[in-house]
């Protein structure tokens, strides 16, 4: 016997569910509920609409061959219904039916389901302030938003910007405004942007966006003020005020689960509908999928909300499996992996960052490695890898990557190892792809292992930025010791009261370090290999206090004298 | 007590396990000898070299700041000392010492070892043919063979050369000698190149090698022909003579063992030095690690000769501190991980090809994904992968992957997985880092799995290019149906005998397919997702026999009619 089944939401994780569930089964009837026009937009990409990348927005909605996403195509091709303009608006368990309206005629209706899948997705948070209705107060959260700002960026009128909220999309929104050649500032109630970052690789990024942008942190918008209806100026919290004819707010998302909840379907405590591991929510015969989801954090073992593109098309896929097949497929949860692009820099995370592992009271260790993905005769570009360990087993626990190196790789292969359970060890001896177009012959990520392997054995001890920037506000008793070459010296240094003694000369200039062989000495060079190789060397001597600055001067987030 | 160490081989695996013993020990004596006269030289970017990647030969030889490894960098920073243009001639066991003669004044002199490390790499293979001293027959394995090269592309006066060997080498050196404008053939021996992918992958890149030089498969070197000490031409086995004035043998390595095995040190059955797991050898004195080894194959546990500069990095780490500490640090083996770049395509593999899981008795599944890499609107390139699993634990035996797109990302998450002991299921729900500049919303790899999931839950039956063309050559009664738009079918299809019929619309022309549900049906589509989904609706419409193409057009590897 055939069934019926009803998908509500035609984004991401619902017209996968979808063709999904038709792949399992061809005889059922399956109906997509779609509140918008447009079907199956790739979201993700919006930023990259804004931004000129390209200019035909029907490539967000198109096949891979060029065909677009329309009602006809689900039809024709998989013989889904998708009901376009039209809102669910209540979903009637003991029916099992749901209630809809044509949102253009206003016409409703009634649909039975024998099974229901949930994919409303999420709705940008708006914080609460007066003017938030403005013309020129916006998100980039729906394809009619894209299209609003890529009509800016097409007038080329508009030359004074704010974004509000430094995440992913505040970040990837930046750039496309600036790509649009409008001024921007970005600003950020947080002491930091990027939050899945620790707070000193976030550094890194703001520093690197400092030269695009005017960047806000610890500061959040008051009110938007405007005149005859459009906006004009932002307040700040702090009483400061920016003038701008437009702002966008991206300062995170929320579950969509009205419509559950109306229903009595369970809502976790992060305020996602609960789902067991095959997305079936509180009602055996209701599924949910995407953003609308709480799912399960694999490291802790907690309920997360992660409103990420690619594993609501997993969950999506699986739900739709589910409603034809039962209970049988498994989606068991994230690492939390995302990433994002900064004009030349990718930056991104997996697994828990330090601050994460401290939160779930993790025993762990954490080192940072800045050096390049690639020979310097193949143009190989920084990359700056904070790796976190759990110190027991080992096991990798999570990793941060940023830079203009190959980001991409290293995350995706940081997030294998997790996902294998992988310990530092392991990754110490990885057998990667290797050729110099791609890569170092020890590729970043397995240096990145060796000197958490290091690390862990003890073979050094290091000092994070943060800790020695306390040293020396602190005026602590300390020596600090740059053991790179003098030209490398009057190119860019520090300015922290350090010593040069380049690492090819200390051997003969012993003389010029501290008499006092207790004294606290730090050591580092441009990425701290050679600041490593001088540590083994003093320690040898009967130096009992080095510390190796980890990442050196490419990983240090501060003012550089120059 | 400090020690006296002594490492024979300057070029990678010495080095780094010279420079690993210092940071264990930094009062032991460390000696290197080289035969040569560079040091570390990074022989993996000689094609780079060759073809006008960059210019500057030190770039080859200098640390990440631009600073030469020559001996008395090694003295000054490392206090290691470099006996360059030094051959050792004699390991004394006895006496615990080297005798070695310095190649340019012909001195001799001994040297007394606590722990010896043995690094003396490969030699190339070169057909015991006539004619292969001739001026103009070369290997590139040396940095003065990559001089030798560099030079001819300078003086640009040579137009025609032949490389001899269709692996790594030779397909690498194929690009640099095109890039230096020389009209190029290539000799492989064995029906197919680059041995490392299984046939059907090799004949995708023979294709493509096709647009950029002349390939002769199935043929060996049986002369090289000259005149007045001079190349002119190379006679085949077949009897062809190709007139050339510049011939590239690159057949293959073997490991460089004179010493070891005169020395009476253990050597295994495929001819490099037998190490235990501490690459330590039969010798409890001696050491080796890099290309003169024989390594342990972690999917197979068979000894393998692996000669990549990555590995011998990680043998030479390993041997460096063992040598200093005793036997603790541990290299478990390879999984032989292998990439190159031949002009736009990244080309590579991990783990055990179908081929190599045959020859290893394993009880495997394999499937071909051809998708790309990213969005469309993000300028996505193709992506052919291979990928092979145990049929009954599921895991992750190996992967194949080519193309314009992110190959090295995609060799990278696969090594990593294997390692991890990932099962197809794992990689399924994958969490990878997504966003569109970087990747689709399913990664390739996901992808991949998830097509391999469905083959194996029989969701689908595939067949091989291979096994089709095989069908179709003995002219099989069998059905074949291209479900692809009419416009992608007027612009390029296979002429294999095919019916087009568009998927969107399969379901209202059934009446043109056969009447016989038990016919055999292939279907496909550019890359088979819809020949796919066309196999599930006619299943589900009662034909018992339909099969997949795998990886569609994309992955057809013989010749299409248009």
Redesign the interface.
Known sequence: MSKNIVVIGGS?AGPKAAARA??????SEITIFQKSQDLSM?S??YP??VGG??DDRN??L?T????VRDPE?YF????IIAKVNTEVTKIDREKKQVEFVDVISGETGTMKYNKLIIATGSLPNIPPVPGKDLEGVTTLQSMKDADYLRKIRDDGKIKKAVVIGGGLIGV?TLEALNLAGIDLTMIELLPQLLTFLDWEMAALVENYLRTKANIITNDGVAEFIGKEGKLTAVRLQSGKEIPCELAVVAVGVRPNIELAKNAGIQIGKLGGIKVDKYMQTSDLNIYAAGDCCEITNLITGKSVLAP???????EG??AGENVVNGSTA???G????????IFDY?I?A?GLSETKAKEAERNYIAVINA??DK????N?KLLVTKLVADKKTEKILGAQCLGPG????Q???W???I????TV??M????????????L???H??ATA?ILQNKMSK?FTGISAAELKRKIDEKEDIFILDV??KD?FDQTRLGIGETLIP???L?NKLNELPEDKKKEIITYC??SL?G??AA??L???GYKNIKVLEGGIMAWPYKKEK
Request: charged share 25%; net charge positive.
């Open positions: 991401a038709r792949r399992m089964d061809e005889f790739a993700c990409g990259y609409f990348f390209f490539k967000l198109c891979p061959t060029g065909v195509f024709n091709a998989k013989a990837e990420y593109g690619d594993l609501a098309n997993l896929r699986v498994v989606f068991p994230t690492i939390q992996t995302g990433i994002c692009k990718g991104g997996t050096s390049p020979p310097g005769f193949m190989g190959d980001v991409s790789k995350l995706a292969i997030a294998t190892a996902k294998g359970g992988l060890g392991d110490a001896n990885g057998d990667l792809p290797y050729a110099p177009p791609f890569s012959a020890v590729d990520s397995i060796h073979k790179r070459g490398e690492l090819d000369a051997r441009k990425i050679r490593y190789e083994v060397m320690k040898a001597r």
